[in-house]
């Protein structure tokens, strides 16, 4: 049974939901038989490259919402997280351009590292408020999961899988997801948002069962 999810690394919401899907593959019987295959997607791709912003700031520019709206948005999603085990900062974090981050975690899963490489990144931004726009800091981040530094300079230098990433993209798009995190089960069952784990376990259940009895 193959899972896709579609993320932003920069996405607060995103990271929550890979932890409670995460939660949920721990309390699934047939775990072993789920792959888990990440997809690339932008909240953002207008968001120029090269521009590193602290989050609180661009996030009042953009909604138009005062300092207290914004931290109080902030810090709920900061309290949902804490219950997965994720201490997030984001008051401190970092808005950045992602689609070269997103090139790098192809090239990542070409070393069989792309699950690491997308974790990393988040785990960057969402708690160590690293500019993840950076090429230094994402080649860094590259080389901490096994990444072979020179192979993630090269790509950083060129357009490398900016052909994948689109296609990612546009995959998602045409699943009619506008936003992220979405999770797709054998192409045939969409979940969209972080979910409570109990959703992603009866989801994995039900694609399970519904494979079991094709198969037959």
Known sequence: MQLEVWSDIVCPWCYLGKRRLET?????????????VWRSF??????????????PEALRS???AS???VAAMQGHVTSLAA??????????????NTFDAHRLTHLAREYGLGAELHERLMRANLIEAEN???????????????????????????DEYAT?????????????????????LDRRY???????TEAFLSALRTAHQDSAAGAR
């Open 24 to 36: 949920a593959l721990g309390q699934f019987e047939y775990a072993d038989e789920v792959e888990v």
């Open 42 to 55: 932008q909240l953002d791709p207008s968001y120029p490259k090269g521009e590193p912003r602290p989050v």
């Open 62 to 64: 953009k909604l138009g």
């Open 67 to 69: 300092a207290a709206q």
């Open 83 to 96: 219950e997965e085990g994720l201490d997030y900062h984001l008051d401190q974090s970092i808005m950045a």
């Open 132 to 158: 993840v726009d950076d090429p230094e800091t994402l080649v860094r981040l590259a080389t901490e999961v096994g990444v072979p530094a020179e192979a993630a300079r090269r790509v950083l230098a060129g």
């Open 164 to 184: 994948d990433v689109e296609a990612d993209i546009a995959q998602a798009r045409a699943f009619g997801a506008n936003g992220v995190p979405f999770f797709v």
């Open 190 to 196: 969409g979940i969209s948002g972080a979910q409570p």
